[in-house]
């Protein structure tokens, strides 16, 4: 056979064999990234004398390890005050999770929200239509998938803000 076909076939080999090895290594990367990404998120539902209010906030984390996590996530409401306003909310948040020890978990989570509202012309009050940022620091016990705890607004602005009080129990579930 000729050597210059010899050094062809062995470098094809060698050439088939390092990218076939690279889109191994890359896809294995790519399935562990994904083996430490968790989903979940919250939903709410309030009821009253003429008020309604809904919230959906899907979010995914990133586990780095058994301790420390990092995520994105999104929030969308909806309230209804029957005869006084409607108001429409959405935005996202970063959120950031430190388990000290398994069952307890630290949060921090900064989130933006767009608030709409349009109050009843009844009320000739001017409709709203501003940015609220919040900063919650939070404490939880964490349980498999489910953390249950209270988080607290540094933030917090009782003119502007969304929520009645800073201080907010919450449920949270990655899976």
């Known amino acids: 056979m000729n050597k210059k076909i010899v050094i062809r076939k062995k470098a094809t080999f060698i050439f088939i064999l390092f990218f076939g090895f690279n889109n191994l290594v890359q896809s294995q990367q790519v399935n562990d990234f994904w083996s430490h990404v968790r989903f979940g998120g919250g939903i709410g539902l309030g009821f009253g004398n003429g008020f309604f209010s809904g919230t959906l906030a899907p979010s995914a984390i990133y586990e780095f390890n058994e301790t420390v996590a990092l995520g994105l996530g999104l929030n969308g409401t909806i309230n209804n005050r029957k005869g006084f306003y409607k108001s429409t909310i959405y935005g996202g948040s970063v959120i950031g999770l430190v388990n000290v020890i398994p069952e307890l978990q630290l949060s921090t989570e900064f989130e933006e929200l767009r608030v709409n509202r ?52 919450f449920v949270r579930f990655y899976f």
């Open 118 to 169: 349009k109050y009843d012309a009844v009320y000739n009050l001017q409709d709203d239509n501003y940015w609220s940022p919040a900063l919650f620091l939070g404490l939880g016990y964490r349980s498999g998938s489910v953390t249950f705890g209270i988080r607290y607004d540094v933030l917090y602005d009782e003119e502007k803000s969304i929520y009645a009080d800073p201080w907010m129990p």
